[in-house]
């Protein structure tokens, strides 16, 4: 079998939001806070594409001090607000 016809299966990772910790956790700090039904899911999406922004922008501070591996610093001069 040459190389060309093999084709590489990714295995797709199905993973399911944290829903019943996330409902535990706003009860217990904010236990008069009432959400919708999907209230936790946009909860949950908007920490998910912080953590990306993050990472992207850590990356980029990385790339710029030609440095391979995202450090502390790194992380800490992305995550200031100006």
Do not use: W, Y
């Not at 990714?10 to 236990?31: E, T």
């Not at 999907?38 to 909860?43: I, K, R």
């Not at 790194?74 to 100006?82: E, G, T």
């Amino acid at each position: 079998m040459a190389l060309s016809t093999i084709v590489s299966q990714k295995k797709q990772i199905k993973r399911k939001a944290p829903r019943g910790f996330l409902k535990r956790v706003f009860k217990r700090q904010k236990p008069q806070l009432r959400l919708e039904k999907s209230g936790d899911l946009l909860v949950h999406l908007n920490c998910l594409l912080f953590v990306h922004r993050l990472a992207e922008e850590s990356r980029t501070n990385a790339c710029e001090s030609k440095c391979r591996v995202i450090n502390k610093e790194h992380v800490l001069a992305a995550a200031k607000v100006s």
